[in-house]
C-alpha cells in the first residue's frame, strides 16, 4: 500500500456510501445503522490499544529517563488541553459549522449545497481526519482512515438520503484537507526520530480512545481542544532525551 492510501480509501467510502444512500438509503433500517456504528466504535479501541504499543516499544523507553514515557503523554495532554481550551478550538469548529449549515440551510440552493457543506465539514473536521491522515503519511499505518472510511461511508449513506448527490461531492474537499495533512506527516516522518514520532502515535492514541467513548455515546470528550497535544508531544519527548 502506498502514502495516501487511507485518504483515498476514505474518498472511495464516501462516493459509495453516498450512492448507495441515494439508491437505497431509505430501505436501510435505522437500527442497522446505529449498531454498525455502535460495532465501529468499540473497533475505534482496538485501534487505539494497537497506538498505544509504542509506550512500551525499546526504542521509546530507552531514549526517555525512567518514568517518562507516560509523563511525556500526560505533560503533553494536559499542556494542549490548556491551550486547546485557552484557543476555544473545540467550540470554534462547531461555530464554524453551525455558521456554514445556517448559511447554505437558509439560502435557495437547495438539498445539493445543504448537503454537501453539511458532509464535508463532518467529515473533513474531526480529529480522526487529522490523526488518520498524519499517521498515514508517517508511515504508521492505514488503520485508522480505514476505520474513519467505514464511519463517513454509514454516515453518507444516511445523509444521502436526505441531501442527495450533494454528499457525493464532498469527497473532493475531504480528500484535499486529509491529501495535505497526510504530507504534512511524511513531512514529520522524514525529519523526526522514532522515539518522538513514537510519543506523537501514543498521545494519538489517548485521542483515539475519546473518540470511541465519543462514538459510543458514553462521553462526550472536546476531543478538538485536546489536539495540540499530539504536537507538543514529540517537543516535550525531545526536552526529556536531551536534558534529562
Not at 503519511?137 to 482512515?145: D, I, S, T, Y
Not at 489536539?227 to 517537543?235: T, V
Given at each position: 500500500?502506498?502514502?495516501?492510501?487511507?485518504?483515498?480509501?476514505?474518498?472511495?467510502?464516501?462516493?459509495?456510501?453516498?450512492?448507495?444512500?441515494?439508491?437505497?438509503?431509505?430501505?436501510i433500517?435505522?437500527?442497522?445503522?446505529?449498531?454498525?456504528?455502535?460495532?465501529?466504535?468499540?473497533?475505534?479501541?482496538?485501534?487505539?490499544?494497537?497506538?498505544?504499543?509504542v509506550?512500551?516499544?525499546?526504542?521509546?523507553?530507552?531514549?526517555?529517563?525512567?518514568?517518562?514515557?507516560?509523563?511525556?503523554?500526560?505533560?503533553?495532554?494536559?499542556?494542549?488541553?490548556?491551550?486547546?481550551?485557552?484557543?476555544?478550538?473545540?467550540?470554534r469548529?462547531?461555530?464554524?459549522?453551525?455558521?456554514?449549515?445556517?448559511?447554505?440551510?437558509?439560502s435557495?440552493?437547495?438539498?445539493?449545497?445543504?448537503?454537501?457543506?453539511?458532509?464535508?465539514?463532518?467529515?473533513?473536521?474531526?480529529?480522526?481526519?487529522?490523526?488518520?491522515?498524519?499517521?498515514?503519511?508517517?508511515?504508521?499505518?492505514?488503520?485508522?482512515?480505514?476505520?474513519?472510511?467505514?464511519?463517513?461511508?454509514?454516515?453518507?449513506?444516511?445523509?444521502?438520503?436526505?441531501?442527495?448527490?450533494?454528499?457525493?461531492?464532498?469527497?473532493?474537499?475531504?480528500?484535499?484537507?486529509?491529501?495535505?495533512?497526510?504530507?504534512?506527516?511524511?513531512?514529520?516522518?522524514?525529519?523526526?526520530?522514532?522515539?518522538?514520532?513514537?510519543?506523537?502515535?501514543?498521545?494519538?492514541?489517548?485521542?483515539?480512545?475519546?473518540?470511541?467513548?465519543?462514538?459510543?455515546?458514553?462521553k462526550?470528550?472536546?476531543?478538538?481542544?485536546?489536539?495540540?497535544?499530539?504536537?507538543?508531544?514529540?517537543?516535550?519527548?525531545?526536552?526529556?532525551?536531551?536534558?534529562?
Amino acid at each position: 500500500m502506498f502514502v495516501g492510501f487511507g485518504t483515498f480509501l476514505n474518498v472511495i467510502g464516501i462516493i459509495g456510501g453516498s450512492v448507495i444512500g441515494v439508491l437505497f438509503g431509505r430501505h436501510i433500517p435505522e437500527k442497522t445503522r446505529s449498531l454498525i456504528t455502535d460495532a465501529l466504535g468499540l473497533v475505534t479501541f482496538v485501534a487505539a490499544a494497537d497506538a498505544l504499543r509504542v509506550v512500551w516499544n525499546p526504542l521509546f523507553v530507552s531514549a526517555l529517563p525512567k518514568g517518562w514515557t507516560l509523563l511525556t503523554i500526560i505533560i503533553a495532554l494536559v499542556l494542549g488541553a490548556l491551550i486547546g481550551n485557552l484557543l476555544k478550538i473545540e467550540d470554534r469548529l462547531e461555530s464554524f459549522g453551525v455558521l456554514i449549515r445556517d448559511r447554505f440551510s437558509s439560502s435557495n440552493r437547495g438539498n445539493f449545497i445543504e448537503g454537501f457543506m453539511a458532509a464535508s465539514l463532518l467529515f473533513a473536521i474531526g480529529p480522526l481526519a487529522i490523526l488518520g491522515s498524519i499517521s498515514d503519511g508517517m508511515g504508521n499505518g492505514h488503520q485508522q482512515l480505514i476505520l474513519k472510511s467505514i464511519l463517513d461511508a454509514i454516515t453518507s449513506i444516511a445523509f444521502a438520503t436526505t441531501f442527495g448527490w450533494g454528499v457525493l461531492a464532498s469527497f473532493i474537499p475531504v480528500g484535499i484537507y486529509q491529501g495535505l495533512w497526510t504530507i504534512a506527516g511524511w513531512g514529520l516522518g522524514n525529519v523526526m526520530n522514532g522515539y518522538q514520532v513514537a510519543a506523537m502515535t501514543a498521545v494519538g492514541g489517548i485521542l483515539l480512545m475519546a473518540i470511541g467513548l465519543r462514538i459510543l455515546n458514553i462521553k462526550v470528550i472536546a476531543i478538538g481542544n485536546l489536539l495540540p497535544a499530539i504536537f507538543l508531544a514529540p517537543l516535550i519527548a525531545t526536552a526529556a532525551h536531551r536534558f534529562l
